[in-house]
Structures are given as C-alpha cells and as structure tokens.
C-alpha cells in the first residue's frame, strides 16, 4: 500500500484534521477514497493523471 498527501490549496484548506485522521488510524475495515483531478491542474505533478 503507498500513500502520499497532497493540499495544494493556499491555506490548506483540504487538510485532514488531527480529529479526522484519529478516527481514520482506527478504522478495522478498508475505506476506498476516490481523488479527481483536472489534466490542468495535474500538469507537471509527476505521478499524477488527469
């Protein structure tokens, strides 16, 4: 499994909060997580497809 964290945002806007990933260190069963992004916006972050 890999993982990578990405906000790109200016302020951080889409941060987990410690809260949040607290209740996701505990999770027993596996969650599927869906990441959409523009081809614009994922030009020139390598590894990433629009």
Do not use: C, W
């Not at 969650?31 to 523009?38: A, G, K, M, N, Q």
């Amino acid at each position: 499994m890999s993982s990578a964290r990405f906000d790109l945002t200016e302020h951080q806007l889409y941060t987990l909060s410690a809260g949040t990933k607290n209740v996701l260190k505990n999770l027993v069963e596996p969650i599927t997580l869906r990441f959409y992004i523009s081809k614009k916006l994922a030009t020139g972050l390598p590894g990433i497809k629009g």
